[in-house]
């Protein structure tokens, strides 16, 4: 990966705190809108979610997901020139007695601290999204597949707040 489209992730995916996660709900898509963290050392994406919701029942019945996480629009660039990356992966549920629940709550609360309360909730639960494909589209004429170890090594860089 290029340091440019490298720089493209980070800063996509730390500033953009939404994203479309798409399940499979009887037998059909569904697209969802879900807040993420990331993980520590770039291992994917966490989110917290309610077993209310219509995407935590798809996940705990089929854990293949999508998740889409896009720049905002700028007026002078075309939306289909704006950044983009799309992880394909496989959502895990992290109970608390999980190995690295701790680490994915604090990377959600770091992000997210006014969900603090809803950690008491009993309907809530961590899932990560561990990727298994990721395909970054930095604009036109920029796009490139590329692997969890890849992605990983992208986000990690510059963790410390230096890029």
Do not use: C, N, W
């Not at 493209?8 to 399940?23: D, F, I, K, W």
């Not at 050392?41 to 089929?62: E, W």
């Not at 561990?130 to 395909?135: D, G, H, K, T, V």
């Not at 860089?157 to 890029?163: A, L, M, N």
């Amino acid at each position: 990966m290029t340091p440019a489209y490298a720089q493209t992730l980070r800063e996509l995916l730390r500033t953009q705190p939404v994203a479309s996660l798409g399940t499979l709900h009887e037998g059909q898509p569904y697209v969802s809108m879900v807040p993420f963290a990331i993980l520590p050392r770039g291992l994917g994406l966490v989110i917290h979610v309610s077993r209310l919701a219509t995407h935590t029942q798809d996940m705990l019945l089929s854990p293949e997901v999508s998740l889409l996480v896009v720049a905002p629009p700028r007026p002078e660039l075309p939306v289909q020139a704006l950044a983009r990356v799309t992880l394909q992966g496989r959502a895990v549920q992290y109970a608390e007695s999980t190995p690295g629940h701790a680490e994915a709550k604090a990377a959600y609360l770091s992000r997210f601290p006014q969900s603090a309360e809803t950690f008491a909730f009993s309907d809530f639960s961590l899932f990560a999204i561990a990727p298994r494909s990721i395909r970054l589209i930095g604009g036109f004429a920029q796009a490139t597949t590329i692997s969890p170890e890849v992605f990983a090594e992208a986000l990690s860089e510059g963790e410390s707040g230096t890029d």
